[in-house]
């Protein structure tokens, strides 16, 4: 609906919430012209009242797609858990499969989940007004995050109980500084730049939201990926070490 008229100068402009759809606005303005004086033909123009969204919203899509990522990776780490519950894991030693190629298995695991998961919540938020192609790389880039996330909870969890307890730790550390990016200052982010899920929000931010971001998408990617590449590989040695492999 229409927020307001008013008049600016020699223009007319009509007021909008920002969420009206092109054509609804295109039809005001007809309406408006036909109500003026045809004989002096007057300017007509629209704004928006919130132009930038609303940080309610915008901070709801993000952590919904960000859990969407992080439960991909929980179920991952669940099922590494069941291996070394039914000691299917202590086979690798024994095995042709190095630790290298069962990172990668479950890299595969993790990354199909993943890109399930944040689908359906994409779909369910923003209907087709995104870019696919770009959600698919948000999920590649995450990939050494969602890994390095279900290695922790491998590493840590003796049994399915244990891994949900870690689940409440895990979880708040993960969402913890996607939230705080919506109300610290840009200028004290700064200490937000050594966390991966820092430079996955930037990432995730460039495609749900309309404001242009700090950090375009291909960088913020290249260090998700780059962060989380490093925590990975900290884990890693460690998860190695705790279950002999």
Excluded: H
Excluded at 228 to 236: C, R
């Amino acid at each position: 609906s229409v927020a307001g008229v008013v008049m600016e100068g020699e223009t007319i402009q009509l007021v909008f919430e920002g969420n009206e759809p092109e054509g609804l606005i295109d039809t005001y303005k007809m309406i408006l012209t036909e109500i003026t004086s045809p004989e002096i033909p007057i300017p007509i123009d629209y704004r928006a009242t919130e132009e930038k969204g609303s940080l309610l919203m915008d901070l709801v899509t993000v952590v919904l797609v960000v859990m969407a990522i992080f439960c991909a990776a929980f179920i991952a780490g669940l099922n590494i858990v069941n291996e070394k519950e039914t000691k299917a894991i202590c086979a690798i030693a024994i095995s042709p499969l190095n630790f290298g190629k069962y990172i990668i298995s479950q890299y595969a695991t993790s990354l199909f989940i993943a890109l399930f998961a944040t689908l359906f919540a994409s779909l369910i938020l923003v209907g087709l007004t995104i870019d696919y192609v770009k959600l698919l790389l948000i999920v590649v880039f995450s990939g050494t995050m969602v890994i390095a996330t279900s290695i922790f909870v491998g590493a840590f969890a003796e049994n399915q109980m244990s891994a949900f307890v870690l689940l409440k730790v895990t979880g708040w550390l993960y969402l913890m500084v996607p939230i705080l990016t919506f109300f610290v200052s840009e200028k004290w982010q700064v200490i937000f730049y050594p966390i991966p899920t820092y430079w996955q929000v930037m990432m995730i931010k460039n495609v749900f939201l309309t404001e242009v971001q700090k950090f375009d998408f291909w960088f913020s990617g290249v260090m998700t990926f780059a962060t989380g590449f490093v925590i990975l590989l900290i884990l890693g040695n460690i998860f190695r070490k705790k279950v002999r492999i």
